[in-house]
């Protein structure tokens, strides 16, 4: 049964982009399907003069993409109240908090509080000050942080902001969203992975040759320069959406599943990730820049010739590394990642690559293996969503070629579109309490001193960076890393299969 949820949301960051696109979009969802009704209220803050009527204005903007009755969504946004705020400004907590309380009493939200930080994460350890120190935070209901990434920009930011926050918060009232965690595909790893004896039973170094992880996006850096210039593909993407994918393909299986118990073995998968000395890392990782290239003949700018980026700057827009992790199930497997803008294709796809047969007996040279193609489980994340088991069979005909084949199950439009978009679903898992899908501090640590070794190391070599032509799936580095040990990346949508 769903049930109508009693909570306020105090949004920090109310007029910006990523509440308009993102947040308002799934409380409507939200509402619709009925766990929001009539006991929630929204606060949204920010330094600019609106009114609540100029406030309900953009509400209904930001839903003008849904098909619902107009009555409906202006019912939706009258549970909406703006304030206009200064997060350094002690007074203006104070105004807050009477608003809340005004709000508790009109539509008896029980005094549950979930606060949402959806601006820069330089006010982050501000907030959550003034929250303590003016007494915002409730005594009867609950009260829960959500913070956006990045979640600093390196250990040592990320520890001084995690000090902040838990002098307000306790680690279980704090969910540092990643939206990746609530994707549907990501969600499912852990259910054909702990759902299936099948794949239980073969989910390590005895039957899996290696991992590849490809966060492909087709797209330059647009209007995100200004950020991207500080951040680079590695701080972007690979410390926290693939590191946090590593977690879930890779970790030992939960005695339940709760939020402390697969926190727990994430972070025990983490902490067993091979550390690389200097030297490792640079035979180990690659990373390189879109460059210039005729397209349809015209000329696509490169990075260095975005707006906002420095002529010479040395952010890398592609980064392609191996991870290895000592433990007993995964000693020896290559677990390869890859991520890059301006590639060919907008795709997120996860490959488990399992070892060859030892002997191929239909080959007139039984110790030959090229004809013999990799059994390889695909986990499509999108846009596509599902997953495949390419198996070998044998070709029509006379004779005993083998030829590779799917069985394959995706999700149909409907199925999709009845599935909740990841800010819906991971909004809802904290109002219910769950933080399952959120990522926790000790694995936030380690996976930023993984990453931090391989920037100090790229930050003290300035080599120019390889570049890569826009449209392909990036340099011939990442290329060679995988063919070093024998192997190939499955997807590459620039070759013909």
């Not at 601006?119 to 956006?148: K, Q, V």
Request: charged share 20%; with cysteine; net charge negative.
């Amino acid at each position: 049964m769903r049930t109508d949820l009693a909570a306020l949301f105090i949004i920090f960051g109310g007029s910006g982009d990523l509440a308009q696109r993102k947040l308002y979009p799934a409380l409507f969802n939200l509402y619709q399907k009925g766990y929001l009704k009539e006991h929630f209220a929204v606060i949204g803050t920010a330094r600019r003069p609106w009114s609540d009527e100029h406030y309900h204005e953009i509400i209904m903007t930001s839903l003008a993409g849904f098909e619902a009755d107009e009555t409906v969504k202006k019912t939706f946004a009258s549970h909406f109240y703006y304030q206009s705020h200064d997060v350094t400004d002690a007074q203006h907590y104070e105004t807050l908090k009477q608003l809340a309380a005004k709000l508790d009493d009109q539509y008896q939200l029980q005094q549950n509080r979930i606060y949402y930080m959806a601006m820069s994460p330089r006010f982050f350890g501000t907030i959550a000050s003034h929250l303590g120190s003016e007494a915002l935070l409730t005594a009867d209901g609950f009260n829960r942080l959500i913070i956006e990434k990045p979640f600093g920009r390196d250990y040592d930011s990320a520890k001084i902001l995690n000090d902040e926050l838990t002098q307000t918060f306790e680690e279980d009232q704090i969910y540092r969203i990643d939206h990746y965690l609530g994707k549907e595909m990501i969600q499912n790893i852990m259910a054909l992975r702990f759902g299936n004896g099948l794949l239980g039973a073969v989910w390590n170094k005895q039957f899996i040759d290696n991992v590849q992880i490809t966060l492909a996006e087709s797209v330059g850096v647009e209007d995100r320069a200004g950020y991207y210039e500080t951040s680079g593909a590695l701080r972007d993407m690979m410390q926290n959406h693939i590191m946090q994918v590593i977690g879930m393909l890779a970790m030992e299986m939960p005695v339940s599943f709760s939020a402390e118990d697969v926190q727990r073995e994430k972070t025990r998968l983490f902490k067993s990730i091979q550390p690389y000395t200097p030297a490792e890392i640079k035979t180990n990782f690659v990373r390189a820049q879109y460059g210039e290239t005729p397209v349809e003949g015209q000329t696509q700018p490169g990075y260095r010739q975005e707006t906002n980026v420095a002529p010479a700057s040395q952010t890398e827009t592609f980064v392609a590394g191996k991870v290895l992790i000592d433990n007993e199930r995964w000693c020896g497997v290559p677990f390869y990642v890859r991520t890059g803008k301006r590639l060919a294709r907008k795709e997120t796809q996860i490959n488990i690559v399992f070892k060859k047969t030892g002997v191929n007996i239909f080959a007139p040279d039984k110790n030959d293996q090229s004809a013999v193609a990799p059994d390889v489980l695909t986990i499509f994340v999108e846009p596509e969503q599902g997953f495949a088991l390419t198996l070998n069979g044998k070709k029509v005909g006379q004779g005993f070629e083998l030829v590779s084949g799917q069985l394959a199950y995706q999700y149909n439009q409907q199925m999709l579109a009845d599935s909740p978009e990841a800010y819906e679903r991971l909004i809802l898992e904290a109002l219910n309490g769950d933080g399952t899908n959120f990522t926790h501090w000790r694995e936030l640590a380690a996976s930023w001193q993984f990453v931090d070794a391989i920037r100090k190391v790229w930050d003290a070599d300035q080599t120019a960076l390889p570049t890569y032509p826009i449209g392909s799936m990036g340099p011939k580095e990442a290329t060679e890393l995988v063919q070093s040990t024998g192997a190939e990346w499955i997807f590459d949508p620039t070759q013909s299969k």
